[in-house]
């Protein structure tokens, strides 16, 4: 009991030290005698102001949005199809079309990200926004698939065969019944698929230019190069948003019962 | 056309497009890459001449006189194309020093009208006079090589042609291998020695309670990567959390912080937050679905708790155990983020040996063959992972 107490510290801690750190308002990545005493003039919100005055964050936040949100549409449309397919029954070769599909997910980044470089800088994507989209929509789609299938594994197919001999077309009886049924699991499949793209650093790295970079890349430099508070501000952003994404799994795990 | 056949085609092709675009977007980059490894072309593209000259050379002593005439002749010309700088990275890197005299040489050419050619090129430099350098070349010139997986694997091709291990200070890439496996072994056992209990625990407690708890699980796992890695360079530098709560409470005097960020101890501790999650959750679901009573019957019938736990409870959470280490192990062995932030110069893995012969020294070919070796032992675990756990099953929390 009080070892799993100090594993669940282990896990959580660190991620919560950064919170108030981040308003520290020394230029310090430790707290200070002040912020122990709980002084309100060691605290600031220097480090958030100076975010959202410089350009260099404000542009990666854009990216981030721009790649990630279309990367996110394009896994979740191509993968809720791929993933109607593999639950069919009929299906052939299946286990070895999933494995395919997933194979992204397991292989190591820098191996897709190498890659990536040479065969997209060869046909003209590399340094360009279509470039990364296409790259990250490939991180994201093993889960879209993995979501999806799960949650359709739970689906009656009796109930498409209902809308069917009650006269529905297919498509009618996909958008009508079968999608409503299956949305929380799509929902969830591109929560991650977005959430894969808004932290994925080393295809960024490898392919893109200073017109491309997202906020993990300037996370990336700023963990490198010229170490600053100001990250922790970022960082406390990230988590805030993560904790936002992770409710949003829960509630519609719960609304699926999947 | 049957019924069955009908719905074949039909679930073929709601499929189809996405494995099109995983084939073009995922398979064909990899493949490219992982071709680089046994093909380089540079040497044969920009001296086919002189190669094909070599090719006449027995390898004894020196090659003869249409050797060095074509090679006069193509180097002038590769510098013209500015395929030179290729050509000499490329010999370079089978014997070191040959950059140099590959670009003084075609310089020096540009002035020199008429042979004899052996003895013009041995006149610019004394190289030319060699056999080993010629060696370098002929090896270079084939389009097809093992050299890099030999080079990655810490062998040589000896001019004879027969296979050698490297000088004893060239031998890195063997032991990086082998301290990669060791590391992620570790990892993997740190992860199941925490995460047993925790998912044990959360598995079997009310369900409110249960979800915070889970919870406390999946908000590592949504956290993005780097703000996991930033908070741990935030504890454990010298100047963090950590050691100034050591120094305050007295357990280390302020000279004698201690170094937990930058070696392997940081990447080690760091990839164990990071992959927890990866142990629990498989755990925990597997764990679930094992019955209360089977204990409770283990004990009735007179089992020590011990007993019970090691022959009734522990083989039922195998299959969880099985899956949450092949999964770790898996994602560890090929981290690159995390030991390239927090590992310093002693806490590198493979990944990261991969992206300096990217980025740094150039050495795609090297990259590639490693970058091979390591993916051929991720597929080999992932096969294993799909036939003892089915990759549908991997658990996204």
Known sequence: ?258 | MSTAGRGRLRALGLVLPLLLFILVTFVAPLATMLLRSIHEPAVADALPETVAALGEWDGEGLPPEAAYEALARELVRARGERTLGKVAGAVNRVRSGLRSVFTRTARDLRDVGAGPWRDVLEGIDPAWAEPATWHAVRQTGQRFTSRHYLNALDLQRMPDGSVARQPEERRIYVSLLWRTLLVSAVITVLCLLLGYPVAHLIAHAPERRANVLLALVLIPFWTSLLVRTTAWIVLLQTQGVINDLLVAVGLVGDDGRLAMIYNMTGTIIAMTHVLLPFMVLPLYSVMRAIPGQYMSAASSLGATPAQAFFRVYWPQTLPGVGAGSLLVFILAIGYYITPALVGGSKGQLISNMVAYHMQTSLNWGLAAALGGILLAGVLALYMLYDRLVGVERLSLG
């Open chain 1, 1 to 258: 009991m009080g070892f799993c107490a100090l594993v669940l510290v282990f896990l959580v801690a660190p991620i919560l030290v950064i919170v108030p750190l981040s308003f520290n308002a020394e230029p310090y990545f430790t707290f200070t005698e002040g912020m122990l005493r709980l002084d309100p003039e060691a605290y600031s919100l220097r480090w958030y102001r100076e975010i959202a005055q410089n350009e260099v964050w404000t542009r990666s936040l854009v990216n981030s949005l721009i790649i990630g949100v279309s990367a996110t549409f394009l896994a979740t449309a191509l993968g809720t199809l791929a993933a109607l397919g593999l639950a069919s029954p009929e299906m052939p070769s299946r286990r070895l079309v999933m494995s395919l599909l997933i194979s992204p997910m397991i292989t190591p980044v820098i191996i897709s990200a190498a890659g990536m470089f040479f065969f997209y800088s060869s046909v003209g994507l590399g340094q360009t926004h279509l470039g990364l989209i296409l790259a990250h929509t490939a991180l994201g789609i093993p889960f879209v698939v993995i979501t999806v299938t799960a949650t359709l594994s739970g689906f009656d197919r009796n109930l498409t065969r209902a809308a069917a001999s009650l006269g529905a077309g297919p498509l009618y009886a996909f958008r009508r019944v079968q999608l409503p049924l299956i949305a929380p699991g799509v929902i969830s499949g591109a929560l991650f698929a977005f959430a894969t793209s808004f932290d994925e650093v080393v295809v960024v790295l490898f392919m893109a230019g200073i017109e491309q970079r997202t906020i993990p890349r300037q996370m990336w430099a700023g963990i490198r190069e010229q170490i600053s508070p100001a990250i922790l501000a970022v960082a406390t952003f990230l988590i805030v948003f993560a904790t936002i994404l992770l409710a949003t799994v829960a509630w519609l795990r719960r609304r699926g019962a999947g």
